[in-house]
């Protein structure tokens, strides 16, 4: 496959993702005006307000959970949109024409049951799944593993939840207003704000998890079944929490919620510790070649290491030296965790010969990063001072031009010495 020069494929990188917010953000306003001729404006309006205030610590919490390797913001922003834009359109459209097809076929009110407890799950599912097999396809590098496939469904199953909520919200504030009540719209915020504010998510998270696999994987095959897999979970915890309540009542509801719902959500977040844990053995790992090859100092091995040495280096920094020198101090430590993962990957046979190339990239934004770390020497030596003498008598090089890439050290390649040379 012929590849396009670097500043082209850099063009088409940030081209691509401004065109598919405006599209989705389009999507998203195209949404919300289709559930103000449902509820009106003021439905909307404090819909909005209310369904905010679920959605910050849902999308806060995976930001949280992203912290090793954080995803390009615009892909996150772009997952976000996704589900408040695109998915939640198109599954008001499919849900709203399919019901009314049912009635037709089985009877007047049969559409909304087989709606909820079918076709909702199977389309919404569907729609919220399509955007991480898009990842997988064209930015199939962005995505490491399952943590990576928990964030992005985490983040656009938050945006359709947030937009579903909207109608939700709306629905009971225009109902009260009718009555002269406020108890619907508080029903409705303890239900879907404080008992399920991760739901979709946690529905969303076994595709994500499929697709997570997937990544690491290089056989087609599997990657198709485990796609199709977490997605067959994914509908099913779906389709048991809508029909919790319409088929089996309040008692129902809760059996559903205290003996599913709450053990897959433990064995979530079990997992997501698990694997950050995982990730961290990862880099670990991998510090140790880098530095032989003088790709980082031996003296940062250790601050690498946690994220607990990686936030008190930023720390010390920003204090001594500003926010400037601080994000200098973070783009490097992004570089190197993307080129620690990216070698793991490579060396599991996860990635095919595209691995070559990613891994020249992601060596050379290193290089990048370092040399503007570099350019403040007190980014590569005021934290060290934090954390006990440094080891070996190292001094940060000077600035200058960058070091020229270097392979890494082979059975027949001895270690190079650091400073890497001129």
Same mark, same amino acid.
């Given at each position: ?20 917010? $405006? ?23 404090? %819909? ?57 076929? =089985? ?28 990842? =997988? ?11 990576? %496939? ?38 409705? =915020?303890? =239900?879907?704000? &404080? ?24 056989? $087609? ?6 796609? &199709? ?10 389709? &048991? ?27 979530? $977040? ?6 950050? +844990? ?28 946690? &994220? ?50 990613? +891994? ?27 954390? %006990? ?14 070091? +020229? ?18």
């Amino acid at each position: 496959m012929m590849l396009l020069p670097t500043q082209k494929r850099q063009r088409r990188g940030v081209l691509l993702p401004v065109i598919g917010l $405006v599209l989705l953000g389009m999507c998203a306003l195209v949404a919300i005006g289709l559930l103000g001729s449902s509820i009106g404006f003021g439905g909307v309006l404090v %819909g909005a307000l209310c369904a905010l205030l679920p959605v910050g610590p849902v999308v806060a919490t995976f930001l949280w959970i992203d912290r090793w390797e954080p995803e390009p913001p615009r892909l996150l922003l772009l997952a976000f949109l996704w589900g408040a834009g695109f998915a939640a359109l198109s599954a008001l459209l499919i849900n709203s024409s399919a019901s009314l097809v049912v009635d037709q076929l =089985l009877g007047r009110g049969s559409g909304d049951l087989v709606g909820s407890v079918v076709i909702a799950p199977l389309v919404e599912e569907g729609l919220k799944g399509a955007f991480l097999v898009l990842i =997988l396809i064209f930015r199939r590098r962005e995505f490491d593993g399952i943590i990576d %496939g928990i964030v992005y469904a985490g983040l656009v199953a938050a945006g359709f939840a947030f937009t579903e909520n909207i109608l939700y919200f709306g629905s009971a504030f225009v109902d009260d207003a009718g009555n002269g009540a406020s108890s619907g719209v508080l029903a409705v =915020l303890v =239900l879907r704000g &404080l008992l399920s504010p991760f739901a979709h998510p946690l529905f969303t998270a076994m595709t994500g998890i499929g697709a997570g696999i997937a990544a690491n994987n290089r056989n $087609v095959g599997v990657r198709v079944v485990a796609v &199709l897999i977490g997605y067959a979970g994914a509908v099913l915890l779906h389709a &048991l929490w809508n029909s919790s309540a319409s088929l089996f009542g309040g008692t129902g509801f809760q059996g559903i919620y205290g003996f599913v719902m709450v053990p897959v959500f433990a064995g979530m $977040v079990a997992l997501v510790l698990y694997q950050r +844990r995982r990730e961290q053995r990862v880099i670990a790992d991998q510090l140790p070649g880098f530095a032989q090859a003088g790709w980082i100092a031996p003296s940062e091995i250790t601050l690498l290491s946690s &994220l607990a040495g990686r936030r008190g280096w930023r720390t010390a920094v920003r204090r001594r030296s500003g926010p400037q020198v601080a994000k200098a101090v973070t783009d490097y430590q992004a570089a190197v965790t993307e080129l620690a993962f990216l070698q793991s990957r490579m060396a599991r046979g996860a990635v095919g010969d595209t691995g070559l190339i990613w +891994r020249k990239e992601a060596l050379d934004e290193l290089v990048r990063a370092r040399h503007k770390a570099v350019g403040h020497p007190e980014a590569l030596t005021v934290a060290l001072r934090h954390h %006990g003498p440094t080891p070996g008598g190292w001094t940060p090089p000077p600035a200058g031009p960058p070091p +020229r890439p270097m392979q890494a050290p082979g059975r027949d390649q001895p270690p190079q010495s650091w400073p890497p040379p001129r």
